[in-house]
């Protein structure tokens, strides 16, 4: 089947399926409701991760997948947080073993050419770092998952520049970017269009945190395929990943050192709802941050293309980090201080 295809039949699959799973989520409960935090009008089912699992399964069910039970239950966990409302520790605990399976298959061994040698990592410290690193990625797309089509989004860029990258486009590319994309659709306030119907939920972060991740384990490991290696620079993963990187390294710096209050505390003290308040436009806002995804990431495919050391890449992406943590602490202080006038 041309690839184009399967883009065109996962994107049409994905958009269909919203209409059974949006009742059977009416029914079961699964649907987010406003609050205090939340300006949405009504209840919106959240069925986003659902539709995105089943329909990249439906084309791959003849193919074997080492991480098919890890993708589910990455979403099975997701769904029963969305539901249940987890606690912050049952979560966690969620996603290490999630990761665990994960880390069983494949570890991140090299961090890159840094400072005049390759830093390698073995042993327990591979397997645990791996750990971190999945459970990182699966809590960074959850986090930026605060308007409507912001995750997946960037998971949507990311996955182009990732692939472009490596000039490497296979089924399984066409068939994600169609099961996103027939999502986003749904998803994503157009001008013809005032409202999402359906929210991804955490079922669906975490499905794409863990996909996102698994892919560039891979190929900053070194991917062999049919004689073929693809392979990308580890530290230019930071680049690739810098909007939900940042956005939760700098959220995490700014609550611990400056605002003394808990990371898992539910709060608008995010990038996203900074700018939008600022242009009052939640489209703008999401197309903002997309330019600001594909900037960090060109930039960093520009200066290894240009010859830099992959600790001036690392030193260029510490830069962006206490640039982005430094906005999102002036940008609290200066809300706050409107807000007690």
Not at 120 to 130: I, K, P
């Amino acid at each position: 089947m041309q690839s184009y295809t399967l883009f065109v039949l996962a994107t049409l699959v994905s958009l269909l399926l919203s209409f059974p799973l949006h009742k059977l989520a009416r029914s079961a409960g699964l649907v987010d409701r406003p609050d205090m935090r939340k300006s949405h009008e009504g209840e919106v089912p959240l069925i986003g991760g659902i539709i995105i699992f089943i329909t990249i399964f439906a084309f791959t069910f003849a193919q074997t997948s080492n991480y098919i039970a890890p993708y589910f239950l990455a979403l099975t966990l997701g769904v029963l947080d969305d539901r249940l409302h987890l606690k912050p520790y049952l979560r966690v605990i969620g996603q290490v073993i999630i990761a665990s399976l994960v880390a069983s298959q494949i570890q991140i061994y090299s961090l890159g050419s840094l400072f005049g040698s390759e830093l390698m990592l073995n042993g327990y410290a591979s397997y645990l770092f791996t750990i971190f690193a999945i459970v990182g990625l699966m809590n960074a797309m959850n986090l930026i998952d605060g308007l409507d089509g912001l995750c997946v989004s960037i998971f949507f860029v990311t996955l182009i520049i990732l692939y472009a990258a490596l000039n490497y486009h296979p089924a399984g590319f066409y068939i994600i970017t169609g099961a996103t994309l027939g999502f986003l659709l749904q998803n994503f306030r157009f001008y013809i269009k005032k409202k999402a119907r359906i929210f991804l939920g955490d079922g669906g972060a975490y499905l794409l945190g863990l996909f996102l991740a698994v892919r560039l384990i891979e190929f900053s490991q070194g991917y062999i395929l049919e004689g073929n290696i693809f392979n990308i620079s580890p530290v230019l993963v930071l680049f690739i990943i810098t909007v939900p990187l940042n956005e939760t390294l700098g959220v995490m710096i700014k609550r611990t050192f400056f605002d003394r209050k808990s990371l898992s505390t539910a709060g608008r003290d995010h990038m996203h709802y900074f700018i939008a308040d600022a242009v009052n436009n939640k489209v703008l806002t999401v197309f903002i941050i997309m330019g600001t995804a594909i900037f960090w990431a060109a930039t960093g495919i520009g200066l290894l293309m240009l010859g830099a050391t992959h600790s001036i890449l690392l030193a260029v992406y510490v830069m962006s980090l206490v640039m982005h943590t430094s906005v999102l602490i002036l940008a609290s202080k200066y809300k706050s201080s409107h807000t007690a006038v």
